[in-house]
């Protein structure tokens, strides 16, 4: 499953987290100017993490390498999840949309790593 796409382009998982990267950084331009440095900023690299790290193990070779680099994506999106309660809690924005969509991603992210088990 894993090495199917010619291109990580070509893979759903990709596109979402991707677009959801691109949400992260719409919604948090509306958060509080002193949180530039603090969680806007680590929202945004835990959510670019997730589709960099999927695109780092895509290309790797071996099934261990891609499986750790898909398993850093997960840990990022974990990371986003909690960012984004967080950010919610603080009534930054209603995060609740964005969670759904990360969940999302993590879902497939999981589908994708289990369909590699059957390679």
Known sequence: MADKS???????????????????????????????????????????????????GF????????LRFYNMAQGSADECLYQLILAHDLKYTDTSGLQAQLEEVSRMLQGYINGMGSE
């Open 59 to 66: 290309r790797k070779r071996t099934k261990p390498d891609k």
């Open 6 to 56: 010619q291109s990580f382009r070509e893979v759903i998982v990709w596109q979402k987290a991707h677009a959801f990267t691109l949400e992260i950084y719409r919604a948090t331009e509306s958060f509080p100017k002193h949180e530039s440095f603090g969680l806007i900023s680590q929202l945004r690299r835990a959510a670019a993490s997730v589709p960099s790290n999927f695109v780092e």
